[in-house]
Antibody, heavy 123, light 106 residues
């Protein structure tokens, strides 16, 4: 059973850079036709996709944050990471990493989720 | 950008059928996925590829998709089905989520 676990600082100041890592166990980020994803949820709001990465390093990202987002993959440590620059209070929320179901697309229909990590941006 | 429209709330009595719509321009031409999310928990995929269910999801959960509306149907609703429900599609190289519908079981 694949398990995902997010880690990273929970409190940031405006203009700082958010860095999160998703550690994967029970499976490999280097295998399968999946795009591993990052999704966030502001307090009391809905889900917002941030971006996704394939084992080759190919990425897609949400146009709303594309200029500030970098997603990378580390096969040797079986993890993938999110970097979000110049954070503001609107970046506050719970950040999830996720893996799609084994569908033909392999890029959405997120079946496996981490428990989520709360990130607060405040001065 | 592509917009998925969901009603903020749907209410249903236990044992009845709940239908949660997700509207989008020609959404019938896309593949729709559905998630439920309970407070303080990560989302759970309940329907993918319009109408398939992941392992472990009860048959009470079903999906359909045609024209400009996709629908998640929950038969024989239970109190434990109370949650927020989100539809999701892939459009123009982006994952798009609907705004979510809060299902209340009266």
């Amino acid at each position: 059973q694949v398990q995902l676990q997010e880690s990273g600082p929970g409190l940031l100041k405006p203009s700082e850079t958010l860095s999160l890592t998703c550690s994967v166990s029970g499976g490999s980020v280097s295998s399968g036709d999946y795009y591993w994803g990052w999704i966030r949820q502001s307090p009391g709001k809905g889900l917002e996709w941030i971006g996704s990465i394939y084992r080759s390093g190919s990425t897609f990202s949400n146009p709303s944050v594309k200029s500030r987002v970098t997603i990378s993959i580390d096969s040797s440590n079986n993890q993938f990471s999110l970097t979000l620059t110049s954070v503001t209070a609107t970046d506050t929320g719970v950040y999830y990493c996720a893996r799609p179901a084994m569908t033909a697309a392999g890029i959405d229909a997120f079946e496996m989720w981490g428990q989520g990590t709360l990130v607060i941006v405040s001065s | 950008s592509y917009v998925l429209t969901q009603p903020p709330s749907v209410s249903v009595a236990p044992g009845q059928t709940a239908r949660i719509p997700c509207g989008g321009n020609n959404i019938g031409g896309k593949t729709v996925h559905w998630y439920l999310q309970k407070p303080g928990q990560a989302p759970v995929l309940v329907v993918y590829d319009d109408s398939d269910r992941p392992s472990g999801i009860p048959e009470r959960f079903s999906g359909s998709n045609s024209g400009n509306t996709a629908t998640l149907t929950i038969s024989r609703v239970e109190v434990g089905d109370e949650a927020d429900y989100y539809c999701q599609v892939w459009h123009s190289s982006s994952v798009v989520f609907g705004g979510g519908t809060k299902l209340t079981v009266l």
